[in-house]
């Protein structure tokens, strides 16, 4: 037999010899079992009536001793099919092990002469209470195929490469360059803050996920920072062509140093190109949940979440993410990826840090805290629709075009190509010392309990303030709160906003639009600002998206 062919059946040359009780040496004699004819690795099979095509198939012992039971396996493009002996085709497999939920397969010796393979799978699974979650499950097959050691490592070594090469995800190609795989092995730094949060960020860590990059073939290297802005200098100074991904396990303020220490790069145009991966160890995880709202799975939190979140990062589907670059009156340049809000929501995520160990609970106590000293902030909000009305001058259509008191101007060359490592223009904004152009529109209104500009989905772990939003949907969700909301009106909205029907509510104080650039103008320098959860002055600030600026790990 050629041992190289993962398609031969047990049976033929007698499997592996066991010693039975009289001291006699026989032969393993599985149950009969529909025996296909033998195939050489990577062949296909007549596909089953009505099923997909089968790419391998051959019958080993289920697990890595002697004497298990035997099962028959077929492998298609889309799962391992399991079957025990004398199970007919026609009644379906026992199991299926769904290559998309596979994050690792392995091959490795057994005892002479037999070898073995594995995969390690995360497959959703029900729970009697919440969500369901992804569950580790791990399979492992025996071969003894091949009268030798060496021929039955390579017929196990075909069966787990071609479980890896299936495990894949598909990249979509209705957005042509869009999406991307990370590749096999893969080397990452993670940069981790042991304080965020609860604290418990390097231990999760260390529970969760390693163990789950090494059966991904994900080599890691760990950062942990040691005091603020320690990973904007790593990120900013480091010669980062060594890792193919960054992966950031905190909270979202770290990601914010992050991305901010890679736009100072004079190289920032290839460094972004670098996926990233947020893993939720801090307490609002806002990106993170986002993040697996639009993977399409179910609303989880705490553990749930972060088996969900690395369980994308092993997986390796990558694709484009906007920013939103943020201009301050005294000269600063921020690039923001979550959002930047002035008021409640921002007075809230402030005032609460001193109970960051309570985790995500502290917004709960922090909003109740809050709302009992609800305060007004007067200030003039001024934006840039997304969708410009009919009549609406051409310049400000084209976001490429700049503007400059209402008037069109010269043109911008393309983000970044200005000069070598220029950053990209606000070519949206005029200086926040002129008036807005022309065609923007401005508030009436002038107080305001809270404004927030959000660009992801998720707020925080529970809020899901902008369902429709998307990772490049070119858009940021400015939502507004006017005076004379009172406490009950606005309970009920943040209460909504874990289901995301706020906007059902059609409260009058509360007013949503789609905008692609926005000016807020505070009257005094009152009241906390912040930009993806970091507190800012008060003061002048404008801001507008750019499209598909930096990569992110997906999962869809």
């Known amino acids: 037999m050629n041992g190289a062919a993962p398609a031969a059946i047990a049976g033929r040359r007698g499997g592996c010899q066991q010693r039975a009780s009289g001291g006699r040496r026989s032969p393993v004699r599985p149950a009969p079992v529909p025996v296909p004819p033998p195939m050489a690795a990577g062949r296909r099979t007549p596909p089953e009536p009505g099923g997909p095509p089968v790419l391998l198939q051959g019958v080993f012992g289920a697990g890595p001793t002697p004497g298990a039971a035997v099962y028959s396996l077929a492998l298609t493009a889309r799962e391992l099919q399991v079957r025990r002996p004398g199970s007919g085709c026609s009644a379906g497999p026992d199991a299926a092990l769904r290559l998309a939920d596979c994050v690792g397969s392995t091959a490795f010796p057994a005892a002479v002469p037999a070898a073995c393979f594995s995969l390690v799978c995360y497959p959703l699974r029900g729970s009697r209470w919440g969500s369901p979650s992804r569950q580790r499950l791990e399979r492992t097959f025996r071969v003894c195929l091949a009268p030798d050691a060496e021929g039955n490592l390579r017929i196990a070594q075909a069966w787990s490469r071609r479980i890896r090469e299936l ?253 070598p490592g220029a950053l990209p223009a606000d070519s949206l904004l005029v200086p926040l010392s002129q008036p807005v152009p022309a065609h923007w529109t401005v508030v009436p209104e002038e107080e305001f309990v809270t404004v927030y500009a959000i660009y992801q989905s998720h707020l925080g772990t529970n809020l899901l303030m902008a369902p429709a939003a998307q990772l490049h949907d070119g858009c940021i969700h400015l939502f507004y709160l006017r005076a004379g909301i009172s406490r009950v009106a606005l309970l009920k909205i943040f209460l909504a906003m874990a289901r995301g029907t706020h906007l059902d509510l059609n409260c009058p104080h509360l007013c949503y639009v789609p905008v692609r650039a926005f000016r807020l103008e505070p009257r005094a320098a009152a009241g906390i600002m912040t930009v993806d959860g970091e507190a800012l002055a008060c003061e002048p600030v404008q801001g507008q998206i750019h499209s598909r600026l930096c990569r992110v790990l997906s999962g869809s």
């Open 167 to 419: 495990a894949v995800p598909a990249v979509p190609t209705q957005d042509g360059d869009t999406y991307g795989v990370l590749p096999r092995p893969c080397r990452a730094l993670v940069l981790l803050n042991p304080r965020s949060g609860a604290g418990r960020a390097l231990e999760d860590f260390q529970a969760v996920v390693q163990p789950m990059l090494a059966e991904a073939d994900i080599a890691s290297t760990v950062f942990i920072t040691e005091r603020p802005h320690h990973a904007h200098e790593k990120v900013r100074d480091e010669d980062l062509s060594q890792w193919d991904t960054l992966v950031v396990m905190s909270g979202d303020g770290l990601l914010f140093e992050v991305v901010n220490g890679l736009m100072e790069r004079p190289d920032w145009e290839d460094t972004m190109k670098k996926p990233l991966c947020i893993l939720p160890g801090g307490s609002g995880n806002a990106l993170a949940a986002s993040i697996n709202y639009y993977a399409g799975n179910d609303h989880v939190a705490k553990k749930k979440l972060l088996l969900n979140c690395t369980f994308i990062l092993c997986k390796g589907l990558h694709t484009q993410m906007d920013l939103v670059s943020l201009s301050t009156a005294s000269g600063k340049r921020f690039f923001s990826f979550l959002g930047f809000g002035w008021g409640f929501i921002s007075d809230v995520d402030i005032d609460s840090e001193k109970y960051r160990r309570m985790g995500n609970a502290r917004f709960t106590l922090g909003t109740l805290q809050c709302l009992a000293k609800l305060r007004v902030y007067q200030g003039r909000l001024s934006y840039l629709p997304a969708a410009p009305e009919q009549g609406t001058p051409a310049a400000a259509r084209d976001p490429q075009a700049p503007i400059t008191n209402g008037r069109a101007g010269r043109a911008v060359p393309p983000a970044g190509t200005e000069a």
